[in-house]
């Protein structure tokens, strides 16, 4: 099946430093991707959609000046967690849909701590 | 607004069946489908239905009546590595995924 690789898949920062989580789709294009973030036994979150070539569409509540998220290809999404605050830890899960058909694949997720 | 209804959470015993429930209210729809996620671990797709009836896959079958906003994911012949969070899932007509808030199956031995 489709294989989204999600890097890295764990990561401590510091208050006040940015990080960045790549989403990439290894033997499929995606036009679209998807990021969420999951808070510990809570539901997956919509942040944003983000399709190649243009800007993301953030879903409200999200900030898009702190989480900037770059799709600059069919295969890679980057989101990138600036002046990160330990409220920003969290686990935050990409996916990615294919150019052909509907079904969404989603990356392994990435663990995210602020120090 | 739109909706996705799923059980909180349900217990069933080892070898033995268990269906989880989902019912939807969606603007649109181009498809539903259900993710097995393990605590700690991103969803895993398990399943697509966007025509009515049943789609069999080995030991996980389910279920789409799109007239009735219904759908059910079927586990048989459980296994302990089955205990995990079941999420139902709905794609709108903007291709947005409406998330139901997920079911907690507990096996037990």
């Known amino acids: 099946g489709a294989v989204v690789s999600q890097h890295p898949s764990r990561v401590i920062c510091k208050s006040g430093t940015s990080v960045k989580i790549e989403c990439r789709s290894l033997?499929?294009?995606?036009?679209?991707m998807f990021w969420y973030r999951q808070f510990p036994k809570q539901s997956l979150m919509l942040m944003a959609t983000s399709n190649e070539g243009s800007k993301a569409t953030y879903e409200q509540g999200v900030e898009k000046d702190k989480f900037l998220i770059n799709h600059a290809s069919l295969t890679l999404s980057t989101l990138t967690v600036t002046s990160a605050h330990p409220e920003d830890s969290s686990f935050y899960i990409c996916?990615?849909?294919?150019?052909?058909?509907?079904?969404?694949?989603f990356g392994e997720g990435s663990w995210l701590t602020v120090v | 607004g739109q909706n996705i209804d799923q059980p909180t959470e349900m217990t069933a015993t080892e070898g033995a069946i268990v269906q989880i429930n989902c019912t939807y209210q969606?603007?649109?729809?181009?498809?539903l489908f259900w993710y097995q996620q393990h605590a700690g671990e991103a969803p895993t797709f398990l399943s697509y239905n966007v025509l009515d009836g049943l789609e069999e896959k080995g030991r996980f079958s389910s279920f789409l009546s799109r007239s009735k906003g219904y759908s059910y994911l079927l586990l048989k012949e459980l296994q302990m590595k089955d205990s995990a969070s079941y999420l139902c899932a709905v794609m709108d007509s903007n291709y947005q995924l409406i998330w139901g808030a997920g079911t907690k199956l507990i096996i037990k031995p």
């Open positions: 033997d499929f294009q995606a036009t679209t």
């Open positions: 969606t603007s649109g729809f181009n498809g």
């Open positions: 996916s990615a849909r294919a150019l052909s058909g509907n079904t969404i694949y």
